[in-house]
């Protein structure tokens, strides 16, 4: 692959670039079609898995491990991609991507046993981590710091879109096609990617980048990282008291220890831990996590609220999430330009402030709730995002130095995942944990038929997803009550849930306060002509 530069000390503007290839705007370009589709996959697929379990005869747990496959490749990687790309170079380390998740997609869709889904949604999360970091060490490299905010503003823009689009076109080509067409989708879409990403981009190597590979680190770092993700996903069905939760916890803490360790030890580490002694960095860090806890592990209950508390289709569960997302693809850009001007620190903490407001006013949802007030608070929370998710990934990417903004991209996205997973998994619980304190209670106040201990737990586990256990023959004022009784609980442990969000929310705003513009932001394209 051709087509690469040099960059022969951090302070020095690249040389400039004659013609289409390397420009900055079209480099965006190209890394948003490939972004596009590893963040159209992450919310189309949900809404395929009904489909493949009928079609393919999947059991619930195999279903589960089409998702957490894939969330669990994507996330024990995305580190590592990062420094593949620092590496060898960002853009091949991007073509690469976009070739095996494109090819992986058609061999899911061709797939007729649900084995080979699983494996090949890992594959996908393999290849969606080499894309990922890569898209923003190409952006780093190739942006002047004046007009970086701007290109991840464009760039949290289309992943808003992109994610706003998953549950309505996945409805749709469910719908009207098969559950194969979610998957065939990613093929005509990576191969507009691989043709602009060949066409276009440029490869940028610091002169000091990484010339050997900490294979040690990788494998204490991805140890730990499967660990705690598994643990995580894993903790509803086993318990955190459960002796296996546990067990994997502290497997992840001793591996994260030992990594940290090692990495001290070693001429050069997967993670230089002089990174973090950049405060902006660190805090941006600890803030893509807290704000993906508040903001994953809520929307989680949403989708339930709205397709079983008030039974929408998915596709309009997916509508009526517009205005959140819609919000997030206007703000993204809007928010880039304002931490351009004024920084990242003021944006940030008025985010999570509007992040936790949203999250305090979801808390009040009602079974009866109607769309306009939905929509306001759905409008809210996108609004308050939009800044964080621009400006935590500058703070990040921009406070790391040139030679390890694959790292640094990795880190924000691995950020992103852990906060994700800990989010859903420790509001689950507290999901959990309301609805068995309440139900049997709320059940028997309502003056239905008792339950047997066994009838009782069964229905908590439907309920904690907002399902109503109504006995099939039931007279319709009885059901009526049962599915009263069921979503009330549901609706108050989706309170409880968002109220914790919010909590979240609150201490990430103190975090943001301690963000900062990226020192090393001007390294990468000082001179770029755009």
């Not at 047997?452 to 023959?473: D, F």
Request: charged share 10%.
């Amino acid at each position: 692959m051709t087509g690469q530069i040099t960059l022969a000390k951090e302070s020095s503007p690249s040389p400039v670039r004659a013609g289409l290839r390397g420009h900055p705007w079209l480099t965006l370009f190209a890394v948003a079609i490939g972004v596009m589709m590893v963040t159209l996959d992450g919310t189309i697929v949900a809404v395929a898995n009904p489909a493949i379990q009928k079609d393919l005869g999947a059991s619930l747990a195999e279903v589960q491990w089409i998702t957490n496959g894939y969330l669990l490749a994507l996330a024990v990687s995305l580190i590592t991609a990062g420094k593949l790309g620092d590496r060898f170079g960002h853009r091949q380390t991007f073509l690469i991507g976009i070739a095996g998740f494109g090819l992986s997609s058609a061999v899911i869709g061709l797939s007729t046993g649900v084995g080979l889904v699983i494996g090949f949604r890992v594959a996908q999360g393999l290849f969606g981590a080499l894309l990922m970091p890569a898209a923003l060490g190409l952006l780093r490299a190739t942006f002047p710091a004046e007009k970086l905010n701007m290109a991840i503003g464009i760039w949290g823009m289309v992943i808003g879109a992109s994610t706003a689009a998953g549950p309505i076109v996945g409805g749709l080509l469910v719908e009207h096609v098969n559950w194969q067409s979610v998957f065939f989708i990613n093929v005509p879409v990576g191969v507009v990617a691989l043709a602009f990403g060949l066409f276009i981009l440029l490869d940028h190597r610091a002169e000091n980048a990484p010339r050997s590979f900490d294979l040690p680190g990788v494998l204490l770092l991805s140890t730990a990282m499967f660990s705690l993700i598994w643990a995580l996903i894993k903790a509803a069905e086993w318990g955190w008291g459960d002796v296996k939760t546990v067990l994997f916890l502290i497997g992840s803490l001793v591996c994260f220890a030992l990594f940290a360790f090692w990495e001290t030890r070693v001429a050069e580490p997967l993670i230089p831990l002089g990174m973090f002694r950049s405060l902006a960095l660190s805090a941006g860090t600890v803030l893509m996590v807290l704000m993906a806890f508040a903001f994953m592990g809520g929307l989680f209950f949403v989708t339930f609220y709205l397709q079983n508390v008030h039974g929408m289709r998915p596709v309009d569960s997916g509508l009526h999430l517009l205005p959140l997302t819609g919000m997030m693809i206007i703000g993204s850009p809007l928010a880039g330009a304002a931490i351009t001007r004024v920084g990242p620190r003021i944006p940030l903490v008025a985010g999570m402030v509007a992040t936790a407001v949203a999250c305090f006013g979801m808390s009040r949802l009602t079974p009866g709730t109607g769309t306009l007030t939905m929509s306001l608070w759905f409008a809210l929370l996108g609004l308050g995002l939009a800044p964080v998710m621009v400006g935590a990934t500058e703070v990040i990417v921009g406070n790391a130095p040139l030679e390890l903004s694959g790292v640094a991209g990795g880190l924000q996205q691995a950020a992103m995942q852990v906060g994700g997973s800990l989010g859903t998994a420790v509001l689950g619980a507290v999901m959990a944990a309301e609805v068995s304190d309440t139900f049997g209670d709320n059940w028997q106040r309502a003056s239905l038929p008792p339950l047997t201990p066994e009838q009782l737990a069964l229905a908590e586990k439907g309920v904690q997803v907002g399902i109503a256990p109504v006995p099939p023959g039931v007279p319709e004022p009885v059901a009526r009550t049962i599915s009263s009784v069921a979503h009330e609980t549901f609706v108050s442990g989706m309170s409880t849930a968002f109220t914790c969000a919010a909590v979240v929310a609150v201490l990430a705003a103190v975090v943001a306060c301690f963000t900062k513009r990226g020192a090393n932001a001007g390294a990468g394209a000082g001179a770029a002509h755009i």
